[in-house]
């Protein structure tokens, strides 16, 4: 079944205490990404890579880190969270030619930091 | 300053008639336009998309229209069920994707 898991689901933390949030597609997809969802901004792009080595900041890379060192994989990195960044989170993946095509998402991430 | 704007929070419309949702983007140079469903506690799922260089496309009950001189995109949803209560996102693209804040439709049976 062609689709993208994302682990953990839930998590709560304390402030300061790094993480990694795992991102993982069977599609052999170029196109990778992690978004933020907040009340009222609707979804905002963290990262995103367009293949192997190749990452970019989004519109909200802040406080936030990325690799991608395999193509199925594209893990997300809090290396010193803080309060604000309590949110959903979601990862996604697409194909990427010349542009980046319709992207399938994870099944989210409910980060919680006190 | 955002990108891609749903300039409505919600709509409801009754059974059987038509939807339609609502997106403005400010950067031409945007290729792609997608629309996605968003039910509570799951990931957006893909519904439809056009390319910068159509105006329009089709897929069952769903269009999406493009009018590139407005800068406007929209969705028709015809005829709606309750099934299609949900957050509507568009979203446009080059390399870099931007959301819109959603439209959250409900039909009524």
């Known amino acids: 079944e062609a689709q993208v898991t994302q682990n953990p689901r839930y998590l709560i933390t304390v402030t300061g205490k790094k993480l990694t949030v795992t991102c993982s597609q069977n599609?052999?997809?170029?196109?990778m990404s992690w978004y933020r969802q907040d009340p009222g901004l609707g979804l905002r792009q963290i990262y995103y890579s367009m293949n192997v080595e190749v990452t970019d900041k989004g519109d909200v890379p802040e406080g936030y880190k990325v690799s991608r060192k395999e193509k199925r994989n594209f893990p997300l990195i809090l290396e010193s969270p803080s309060p604000n960044q309590t949110s959903l989170y979601f990862c996604?993946?697409?194909?990427?030619?010349?542009?980046?095509?319709?992207?399938?998402f994870g099944p989210g991430t409910r980060l919680t930091v006190t | 300053d955002q990108q891609v704007k749903q300039n409505s929070p919600s709509l409801s419309v009754q059974e059987g008639r038509i939807s339609i949702l609502n997106c403005d983007y400010t950067?031409?140079?945007?290729?792609?336009f997608l629309w996605y469903k968003k039910y509570p506690a799951e990931g957006p799922t893909f519904l439809i998309s056009?390319?910068?260089?159509?105006d329009k496309n089709e897929d069952g009950r769903f269009t999406v229209f493009l009018n590139k001189s407005a800068k406007h995109l929209s969705l028709h949803i015809v005829p709606s069920q309750p099934g299609d209560s949900a957050v509507y996102f568009c979203a446009a693209t080059g390399n870099q994707f931007y959301f819109g804040t959603g439209t959250s439709l409900t039909v009524i049976p």
């Open positions: 056009i390319s910068s260089i159509k």
């Open positions: 599609m052999n997809h170029e196109y």
């Open positions: 996604a993946s697409s194909l990427f030619r010349t542009v980046a095509y319709e992207q399938y």
């Open positions: 950067n031409s140079m945007f290729d792609y």
